[in-house]
């Protein structure tokens, strides 16, 4: 015993603290990790101690290792064996190294319950405060409901700093355990009373959280918030409150107006910024049916906004944008101070500006925020092109063009003809000889494409000042521009100088042949070959089409300009048929020419889409007509039907027309109707009335029925409804494709009686296989079907039905359904027939014998037997 405690006290002699172990670790440099883990490896072997000295400090170093990165909650054991011990400094140890390395899913922290219990009740205010730091930083659902009674008890507390402590546990357990809601909010409203103002302000403080999570909860407070808020002068106190106050008038409407001179005050007098922005932040996120406080409000945003502290413009732009959700005009007013927030070095504000920008286009101002948006982007700063900000210009701009801008109906910026003449000229054109001189993203080219089109097609107003723009295009991508002769008004080919061709080809890595991207080549295409009747110069608009150089090499864009130049031709026709003049004459004769040379040219293109319609077009063209000194038609009725085929215009379609109709259901099954049950039900009884009408018509006119061809009796009542329910049967079971089914082997009948439900099997089958012995034929040759020999079949032996039988086997292979099992039973007795016919009535029985002798096998073998080669086989089929 006595050797037990020597080496105890001399372990802990010898034990290594805490300030040693890290200048240790501070001298193994080299070999760090190695040696770290070599002494976490001896502080768990010191944990384990029963020496509670020396426990405590191997508890103590495994904060250290907790930093490092080791996990520790291996010891979570030894850790709240230390918690629990009586002396302070190793409770205080205890405590602070499970608050750091443990979590609220450690297990074993339900051992701490008792230990807490007992903590929070002691006489000693240290070990309650030590417990209570403990609480903020770890609790889970059942450690608070334990401990909550205890810490509502230390709101009461006749030390301030344990109240102030206890008010913020007690938010922490209600976060993990709010059925204490009711319970401790009387003694939390207590505490907006106490006389110090650190326990008011954490009052004040978790209201205003409760407030931010659950409004409701904190609407019966709201008085005495109010007076705090009325008579404070602590800033930071004015600024929780406000908060509270931001999320109480989303649920009270009554408190904005009760607000309203209280915050006008605040925003009139205050001079320190972090209230005065809270109160603005109060106006737009809870105050925005109070108009006077709303404009004091954007007032004062507007004077941050010249500040030169970016956090404060950020945060002015940011409650501006709550602001114009409601009060547009209001934020509009102040417009040349968000404008000049464009040009900010700081990228953020700079996307927070724009982004308000986009919120304050209307139809009344858009020209003007696009003018002085197009200035942005033509300007060159040195932030223009950081992260893309020039994207986001020019996205902006064509966004407010679009069609359903932010959801509207139609274009809700562009109204009339000189509105949609203004937006084609200035924007889309100007951002395509933008594109000439700075290239910008392709997605945004592709967007000038669509909505060009897409406006052309919506608005005929515009469609003439669109083909004018097309046949520019053109020609710019060749690095030519068409300007117009003041002397006879026309448009004539002027060269870019080629300087800045070189500058602009330098500048982009390009060639002069590629200027335009190829979309809005196709779009320029499409534009003059589905409207060329507004196009004033054909032979302007040929050459710009098919001359060289228009799209890149082996470019399948030809074709679409090859289907213009012949939509192009044809609609010259028809104004000279029209019309007539020497000027339609001389513009059909240069275009014949040239298109004959230039399809001719395209037939050898390597690319295939474009040889083909090379090779159609010029085949047509050198058809239809032929040129002798004039251009003459050789086929005028042609000619009429080609152009018919371009006459009717193209229309919008909507792009959410598809979403209107209404789905079908893909849950039912795959063999289940798609008709509902009164739709089946209405559509069986109009067949069936029609099948009834046409039975009482047969009858009025003394016409045999259909049923009656096989079989010479009359038939009863009870065998017309019979058939009625079979035919039925058969109709239902055409839209089943399991309606192939194995029937049960009905028993042997009589010859009569055969005949008679051979007449009743299928009333389909019968009244198509057997027709009548009237000359119409129809129904047989539509089928498929030959006429059966009825005359000869009438003159034979009844019990005869060989050859019959056969005849009616191949002509049930032409029918759309067809009941194998009953054609079966027709095929099986075949044989049987034969001995039977031929024998008298008196070996009947002897026969039957026999066959009943028969072996299994030989039965099976007779139901086997295959048909013969110059017939299909029935089940293959």
């Not at 001298?27 to 770290?36: G, I, T, V």
């Not at 009717?648 to 798609?674: C, G, H, M, R």
């Not at 008298?840 to 009943?852: F, L, Q, Y």
């Amino acid at each position: 015993m006595t050797s037990k405690r020597l080496n105890a006290a001399t372990s802990g002699f010898f034990q290594q603290s805490l300030q040693d172990l890290i200048r240790s670790v501070r001298a193994h440099r080299r070999d760090e990790a190695e040696f770290l883990a070599k002494k976490f490896a001896q502080v768990q072997q010191e944990c384990q101690s029963t020496d509670s000295n020396e426990k405590a400090i191997a508890v103590l170093k495994l904060l250290y290792f907790h930093l490092q990165g080791y996990n520790v909650s291996c010891e979570a054991f030894h850790i709240i064996e230390v918690m629990s011990r009586q002396e302070w400094w190793m409770k205080r140890t205890g405590y602070l190294v499970a608050s750091v390395a443990l979590s609220p899913f450690t297990d074993v922290l339900l051992l701490t319950i008792n230990s807490l219990k007992k903590d929070l009740s002691n006489v000693q205010s240290l070990n309650a405060s030590l417990a209570l730091s403990f609480l903020s930083c770890i609790v889970n659902e059942e450690m608070g409901r334990e401990c909550v009674s205890d810490v509502s008890q230390l709101l009461s507390s006749p030390r301030p700093y344990i109240r102030k402590k206890a008010i913020f546990v007690v938010f922490r357990i209600l976060l993990v355990y709010p059925e204490a809601t009711h319970s401790v909010l009387p003694r939390l409203k207590e505490r907006l009373e106490d006389s110090d103002t650190c326990v008011l302000s954490a009052a004040v403080t978790v209201f205003a959280e409760l407030a931010k999570r659950n409004p409701k909860l904190v609407v019966p407070f709201i008085p005495r918030l109010y007076q705090i808020l009325q008579h404070s002068s602590n800033n930071w106190m004015s600024i929780k409150i406000l908060k509270a106050f931001t999320f109480l008038c989303q649920v009270e409407s009554r408190l904005s107006k009760k607000l309203l001179p209280l915050i006008q005050n605040m925003l009139k007098n205050t001079k320190a910024k972090s209230l005065l922005f809270e109160c603005c932040r109060t106006v737009a996120c809870g105050m925005l049916d109070q108009r006077e406080a709303v404009e004091l409000c954007s007032e004062k945003l507007s004077l941050f906004l010249s500040e030169k502290d970016p956090n404060l413009k950020y945060l002015s732009l940011f409650l501006m944008k709550k602001l114009e959700s409601s009060f547009p005009v209001v934020i509009y007013r102040h417009r040349d101070i968000i404008f000049d927030c464009l040009d900010d070095p700081d990228d953020a504000i700079r996307r927070r500006a724009l982004d308000l920008v986009r919120r304050l286009i209307s139809k009344s101002n858009f020209k003007e925020i696009a003018r002085i948006l197009m200035r942005k982007v033509r300007e060159e700063s040195q932030w223009l092109d950081s992260r893309g900000f020039r994207d986001l210009l020019i996205r902006t701009l064509l966004d407010a063009g679009s069609y359903s801008f932010n959801d509207e109906e139609g274009f809700p910026n562009l109204s009339s003809a000189s509105d949609f003449h203004w937006y084609l000229c200035s924007i889309l054109h100007g951002l395509v000889k933008l594109y000439i001189d700075d290239k910008f993203s392709m997605a945004h080219i592709m967007k000038i494409a669509g909505q060009f089109v897409d406006i052309v097609v919506r608005v005929e107003s515009c469609r003439k000042v669109a083909v004018n723009i097309a046949l520019e295009w053109l020609w710019l991508s060749r690095g030519n521009k068409l300007v117009v002769d003041t002397s006879t008004g026309m448009l004539q080919v002027m060269d870019i100088p080629s300087a800045s061709l070189m500058n602009r080809g330098r500048k982009n890595g390009t060639t002069t042949s590629t200027l335009l991207a190829e979309p809005l080549l196709f779009a320029a295409c499409w534009i003059l070959g589905e409207y060329s009747n507004y196009v004033e110069q054909p032979m302007l608009a040929w050459k710009g089409l098919l001359s060289e150089h228009l799209f890149a090499s082996h470019s399948s864009g030809y074709r679409l300009a090859i289907f213009a130049s012949w939509k192009l031709f044809l609609q010259c026709w028809k104004r000279f048929h029209q019309e007539g003049g020497e000027e339609s004459l001389e513009s059909i004769r240069e275009g014949f020419l040239f298109l004959q040379r230039a399809l001719c040219g395209m037939k050898t293109s390597p690319e295939p889409s474009v040889q083909e319609r090379a090779h159609l077009f010029y085949s047509l063209l050198t058809c239809l007509w032929e040129y002798k000194d004039e251009v003459i038609v050789l086929d005028d009725v042609a000619v009429k039907e080609l152009i018919n085929v371009f006459e009717k215009p193209l229309k919008p379609v909507d792009p959410t027309a598809q979403s209107k109709y209404q789905p079908f259901e893909w849950d039912k099954k795959w063999n289940e109707s798609i008709l509902e049950d009164e739709e089946r039900n209405e559509m069986f009884a109009v067949y069936h009335r029609a099948i009834q009408e046409e039975e009482e018509e047969e009858e009025r006119r003394g016409l045999p029925s259909d049923n009656n061809h096989i079989s010479s009796f009359p038939e009863t009542s009870q065998e017309k409804t019979g058939q009625k329910v079979s035919s039925k049967s058969r109709l239902h079971s055409k839209d089943d494709p399991f309606y192939i089914t194995t029937k049960k082997k009905k028993k042997s009948k009589s010859r009569k009686e055969k005949s008679k439900v051979e007449a009743d099997d299928d009333p389909f089958e019968d009244s198509l296989v057997f027709a009548s012995p009237s000359n119409d034929e129809t129904v047989q040759v539509f089928m498929g079907l030959e006429k059966p020999p009825l005359e000869t079949w009438k003159e034979k032996n009844p019990y005869e039905k060989d050859v019959v039988q056969e005849e009616t086997m191949e002509s049930k292979r032409g029918l759309e359904y067809v009941d194998i099992s009953s054609l079966q039973q027709q095929i099986e007795p075949l044989e049987e027939d034969v001995p039977k016919a031929a024998s008298s009535r008196p070996h009947k029985k002897k026969h039957a014998k026999k066959h009943k002798s028969r072996p299994k096998g030989e039965k099976k073998a007779e139901k086997d037997i295959q048909p013969n080669n110059n017939e299909e086989s029935l089940i293959q089929w």
